[in-house]
């Protein structure tokens, strides 16, 4: 493959192969330092966003993410990657509550 597209085109082809892409933000001082995508082996999507925050900026950080997918379902976490399928992801969504 030659480019993000090509491999983002694949993945989307072929829904069980779980692959991860990461971004980095060259502009260090907005404390946003990688956004990624995780590619589940159930063929779903998790956005992650790695940054330098407090806890009510993680907090704003989570709200923007989810905001702009148009979602309800997010979390926090720490330098720990999120499960591989999203049924374990909902699992750790409704478990913090």
């Known amino acids: ?29 907005t404390g946003l330092h990688n956004i990624d995508l995780f590619f589940t082996n159930d063929g779903h999507l998790i ?8 806890d009510e900026e993680a907090d704003e950080w989570l709200k923007k993410i989810m905001d702009f997918c148009r979602e309800t379902n ?8 999120p499960p591989l399928n999203a049924t374990d992801f909902l ?3 409704a478990s913090l509550k």
């Open 47 to 54: 956005l992650g966003l790695s940054c330098i925050a407090n």
């Open 74 to 81: 997010g979390y926090i976490t720490f330098e720990q990657p």
């Open 1 to 29: 493959m030659n480019s993000t597209d090509e491999l983002i085109d694949y993945l989307i082809a072929n829904p069980t192969d779980r692959f991860s892409i990461s971004w980095r933000n060259k502009d260090r001082s």
């Open 91 to 93: 699992a750790i969504v």
